[in-house]
């Protein structure tokens, strides 16, 4: 039943067609044998006024048989002026006022001329507070003709208890607001027709009696409703809840229901509820929920990887069951060339089948990516789940679209500054409803309320792109020793945008050996960068200027750094590779300036780290002689040259990560000496904070036959 909407008189018919209804047992009762399909013909008068002038909006033929023939749609009191008992009239202002029901018990009717056999008439009056809705209120008014002594005592004795329960449910709608009107069995059963929810629904009263009316509601929240119910019926307690409802056309609303439990001695009777269609409520809440969420998962974000990936976790599974995100190259214009490649940054999935995996992505002029592009306007596709029509699907990820039983594909730009810089690939899977145009309009509503920390990201991510670029030009690539393997490696901070102080270098002497150096400028900008290039160019010049030990070479460089900057600190490790003349095999003669040692690793396991030949760091006792030392160096062992963003985490002790690297280095000992330095890469617990530099050498040479204990220290 919908009461808050329409004209008084439309809601005054609207409460006649559920009022028959739940008099019917009343009018069984009042005359056996009487029809009681008729609600106009029964004995029972009923009438419905609205507002505070008590304007009739509603009177059964009863109601006119014993007040007289008035007029609907004007006050109660112009209908019935000759109404002589005026109290009758403030009753009802009193009613209305407190909303408090009240009972008049043999009501004198001195309705215009008396009845020629001067019998004298009496009616019994029930008045209560009835909400229209809307705000709106007005009054119940139930009249029974007791004129007859003898039939009234019967009438009062056999149709109070009814009359009693249609006035409480009425009461209990006032609080509950009503919208449709149904009535359930002590046992939560569905035992009444209700007009309001086959009209909402389109199913049968056979199809929704009992626990039918479930049927209706939506496949994935039918479980949980049906559980909800039955807790509430247990407990009992009123019940509260909102799920989506089926509609006649097949379309799912959601809508509120409400029920509270009619209790009479102690007992439950029956269960009177509502429900209230709440879907336009309920997407303006889930709107305003995903837009805050997306604003906070993406605030504090350097990384576009990691904004991205924030939305993606947002977007799905709210939205949809899947999520990629292209980032596209970029360019002058947005005028999309035929065949291009963008870069699948981010992929998750809720489905069983593992999501496409991320990387470049060629895409051709059969897949319609650069029509988002060009219009800035998303792109919708639905068809039968597992069977995407050609040019829907991205490059290399149609087979993933058939596993994963695929019904829709939704393209929305990401535009940022202006451009669209990323395009976001939403898909929804199995028996799930497609996205529909709400929920495209605010997946792009989404991305706006994202841009600021998106337009951050993007920039962020072109200065730490031009910034590692220029760090690489910095960086020479390791010399060709003949038997001797040289890799080295260099990873960027994630939360820097500027260059850093790390550094690696090595080159050859003239007289063959082989100079390895590794260090780290105190600082993270420009400066460190310029600093750490000066001090990487001088210790060549230094080490190839004269053959001395490579203490005496970092003494040279610290008097050097001091015309350079009084206030500059830096670390480092200076190496010179030597081979014996006498086959005795390799050596190296090394000296430490306050860096993390060396670390040797045996072909058989072994991992130690060089720590002798330590100094104090550059930029401190410039002119203090500083010390050096030798190790031997087995054939086909590897040495490590490292900054401390492989073994510094934040909060750690330094020895942690110290002894984490060496028991990885001796699990790696036999690896390629390429896939050793990759795998040492991702060692640190959590997204490095400092910038990492390694330099590794591997030794040629046949190991000697005897096994030390693996990972001796």
């Given amino acids: 039943m919908t009461i808050n909407e329409g004209t008084p008189s439309m809601v005054g018919s609207e409460m006649l067609s559920r009022g028959k209804a739940l008099l019917s047992r009343g009018m069984a009762l009042l005359s056996r044998g009487m029809r009681s399909d008729s609600f106009d013909s029964a004995l029972v008068g009923v009438a419905v006024t609205s507002g505070s002038a008590h304007r009739l909006i509603y009177m059964n033929h009863a109601f006119r048989k014993i007040f007289g023939e008035g007029q609907l749609g004007v006050p109660i009191r112009e209908a019935f002026r000759d109404l002589c008992r005026q109290s009758f009239f403030a009753q009802l202002d009193r009613v209305l006022e407190t909303g408090e029901a009240v009972s008049l018990e043999k009501l004198p009717l001195e309705l215009g001329e008396r009845d020629p056999s001067g019998r004298e008439s009496f009616a019994s009056v029930g008045i209560s507070k009835l909400s229209l809705g809307d705000g709106d209120a007005g009054l119940l008014i139930m009249t029974m003709d007791v004129t007859d002594r003898v039939d009234t005592a019967r009438m009062i004795e056999s149709v109070s208890e009814e009359r009693r329960r249609f006035l409480h449910r009425y009461q209990s709608l006032a609080a509950l607001g009503t919208q449709a009107i149904w009535v359930n069995d002590p046992q939560g059963k569905l035992n ?80 009177l509820g509502t429900i209230a269609d709440v879907e336009q409520e309920w997407q303006e ?8 969420q997306a604003a906070a998962a993406t605030a504090g974000l350097a990384s576009l990887e990691e904004v991205l990936r924030a939305l993606s976790e947002v977007i799905v599974p709210t939205l949809s069951d899947g999520c990629g995100i292209y980032v596209l190259p970029e360019c002058e214009n947005q005028s999309t060339p035929p065949s291009f490649v963008a870069e699948l940054l981010v992929s998750i999935a809720r489905t069983r089948e593992e999501p496409p995996s991320t990387g470049h992505k060629a895409f051709g002029s059969d897949y319609n990516f650069g029509q988002v592009v060009s219009t800035r306007r998303p792109v919708h596709w639905e068809f039968p789940k597992g069977k995407p029509p050609p040019g829907v ?51 792009g509503q989404m991305l706006d309320h994202a841009h600021a920390h998106l337009s951050n990201a993007m920039r962020f991510q072109h200065t730490q792109r031009v910034a590692l670029a220029l760090q690489n030009c910095l960086l020479p690539d390791p010399p060709k020793v003949p038997g001797v393997e040289i890799t080295v490696r260099y990873r960027a901070c994630a939360a820097a945008v500027e260059i850093g102080g790390d550094w690696y270098d090595s080159f050859v002497l003239p007289d063959g050996s082989t100079v390895l150096s590794i260090g780290d400028v105190a600082g993270h900008d420009l400066a460190a960068a310029v600093m750490m290039s000066q001090l990487r160019n001088m210790l060549r010049g230094l080490a190839m200027d004269r053959r001395e030990p490579p203490g005496d070479t970092l003494r040279r460089l610290n008097v050097a750094t001091e015309s350079l900057c009084l206030e500059c600190m830096a670390t480092c490790v200076l190496a010179r590779l030597e081979g014996s003349d006498d086959d005795d095999g390799w050596r190296l003669n090394y000296s430490v300036a306050g860096h993390p040692p060396p670390l040797l690793v045996t072909h058989h396991g072994e991992a130690r780290y060089l720590e002798d030949g330590a100094n104090p760091l550059l930029g401190v006792t410039y002119d203090t002689p500083r010390s050096s030392a030798v190790a031997a160096l087995p054939a086909r062992s590897t040495l490590l040259l490292y900054t401390d963003g492989l073994v510094e985490v934040p909060g750690e002790h330094l020895g942690i990560g110290l002894e984490r690297l060496r028991r990885s280095g001796a699990r790696l000992a036999r690896e390629p000496l390429e896939a050793f330095c990759d795998k040492l890469l991702t060692l640190p617990p959590m997204p490095c904070k400092d910038d990492i530099a390694m330099i590794a050498v591997r030794l040629p040479g046949v190991p000697s036959p005897t096994a030390p204990e693996a990972g001796r220290r």
């Fill in 192 to 271: 009444e027709p209700s007009h309001g929810w086959e009209r909402y629904t389109g199913q049968s009263w056979e199809e929704y009696r009992g626990h039918g009316w479930l049927n209706a509601v939506h496949p994935d929240d039918r479980e949980h409703t049906k559980e909800s119910w039955l807790k509430a019926v247990e407990q009992p307690s009123p019940w509260d809840y909102v799920y989506r409802l089926k509609a006649p056309d097949g379309t799912y609303r959601h809508v509120r229901a409400r029920s509270v439990p009619i209790v009479e001695g102690g007992q439950v009777v029956e269960w």
């Fill in 285 to 292: 809440e889930r709107r305003r929920k995903l837009l805050d």
């Fill in 393 to 443: 699907a991205p490059p290399g990820i149609r087979e993933w679209f058939i596993a994963a039983q695929v019904n829709s594909v939704t393209l929305v730009p990401v535009v940022v500054d202006g451009a669209v810089a990323a395009v976001v690939v939403a898909v929804v899977c199995g028996d799930r409803e497609p996205l529909c145009a709400a929920d495209v309009d605010l997946l």
